[in-house]
């Protein structure tokens, strides 16, 4: 039963703290996303990549936020500084390339709850 | 600027009857609509999805309708069950621009037995 993972699943820290988050996609999705859902925006897309390489991080504040993909089976988000603004849920979703009429749906794992005091 | 909007924060039905959940959006070059569905504390799944060369898809209990003079979509949940209660989430994407997807803020589905 492949899944997309997370960890960790909660996560509580003070502002000003560094923030890691991991994800393990589904083996042979070489698609990666990361969203965060807030109640006012529903689901964020932060940061999107293809093949490891990162197509679009626009929807991240670039001077805290910083999204990697050190190998096809790893990706992470780091917050660095934390603040309180950033507690929320964040999600990690795999998909396979585009290309397939019958499936195009994205996989999401569990997500990882972060508050920030 | 949010391109999908679901203008209904919260809908409640009686089990058994029929739950229509609505979705908008404003970029007229979306081609594929998705809708995810969300239970507390897990992430969104997958529930259906509808093409734009079509205007209705059906899966089960599930059938989803576009409209793309008028940019809407919508979920009918027939018989609506218990197990329904969720969050759900529309989506819509550009396909030939990779599986970028454009999500709503959702719509909290209670089925009241």
């Known amino acids: ?117 | 600027d949010q391109q999908v909007k679901q203008n209904s924060p919260s809908l409640s039905v009686q089990e058994g009857r029929i739950s229509i959940l609505n979705c908008d959006y404003t970029n007229s070059m979306f081609d594929y609509f998705l809708w995810y569905k969300k239970y507390p504390a897990e992430g969104p799944t997958f529930l259906i999805s509808i093409s734009s060369i079509k205007d209705k898809n059906e899966d089960g209990r599930f059938t989803v309708f576009l409209n793309k003079s008028a940019k809407h979509l919508s979920l009918h949940i027939v018989p609506s069950q218990p197990g329904d209660s969720a969050v759900y989430f529309c989506a819509a994407s550009v396909r030939n621009t990779g599986n970028q997807f454009y999500f709503g803020t959702g719509t909290s589905l209670t089925v009241i037995p």
């Open chain 1, 1 to 117: 039963d492949a899944r997309v993972t997370q960890t960790p699943r909660h996560k509580v820290t003070e502002m000003g703290q560094e923030v890691t988050m991991r994800c393990q996609p589904i083996l042979g999705h070489n698609t990666v996303f990361w969203y965060r859902q807030t109640m006012m925006q529903g689901l964020e897309l932060l940061a999107y990549f293809r093949n490891r390489a990162p197509l679009d991080d626009s929807g991240m504040p670039k001077d805290r936020f910083s999204a990697e993909m050190p190998d096809a089976t790893l990706a992470t988000l780091k917050i660095q500084p934390s603040e309180p603004r950033d507690s929320a849920v964040y999600f990690c979703a795999s998909g396979p390339t585009t290309g397939s009429v019958a499936s195009y749906e994205q996989y999401f794992g569990p997500g990882t709850r972060l508050t920030v005091t």
